[in-house]
């Protein structure tokens, strides 16, 4: 599972610097799952993988993210992160989250996929306020 977290890692990097989903829709099994806090996406497999990633990726301008904490066991990885850049709409943002990937036996693909983390940091300020 070590391995995929970091080909995982590698593959959202490049998706944030080039917009391209497709290193990490390459990571995804078919009948992978892929779920976000919140908002009940339900997205699965392949073809699943490329639309919730191109969506996620719409959201920014400009987009980091660092990972402070990873662990990995059998089958599983828990990525502890923070994200900032720009909205499209040029606004600063930063916020922090979790994601957990389940990979296959082998470790070679990823079976599920979901992510947590502060939304509030989407909010606009006067509705902060």
């Known amino acids: 599972m070590h391995e995929l977290t970091e080909?995982?890692?590698?593959?959202?990097?490049?998706l944030h610097e080039s917009r391209d989903a497709e290193p990490l829709v390459e990571l995804f099994g078919d009948d992978a799952t892929l779920d976000k806090a919140g908002v009940p996406h339900g997205q699965h497999g392949r073809d699943g993988a490329r639309t919730f990633w191109t969506q996620y990726r719409d959201v920014f301008d400009d987009l980091e993210s660092s990972f402070s904490h990873t662990v990995t066991d059998d089958g599983i990885a828990y990525l502890e992160w923070t994200s900032r850049g720009s909205l499209r709409d040029g606004t600063d943002f930063a916020y922090a989250?979790?994601?957990?990937?389940?990979?296959?036996?082998?470790?070679?693909?990823?079976?599920?996929?979901?992510?947590?983390?502060?939304?509030?940091?989407?909010?606009?300020?006067?509705r902060r306020g």
């Open 97 to 126: 989250g979790m994601s957990v990937l389940e990979g296959d036996e082998d470790g070679e693909t990823i079976t599920a996929f979901r992510t947590y983390y502060d939304t509030a940091a989407f909010l606009s300020a006067e």
């Open 7 to 14: 080909k995982f890692v590698a593959a959202l990097s490049e």
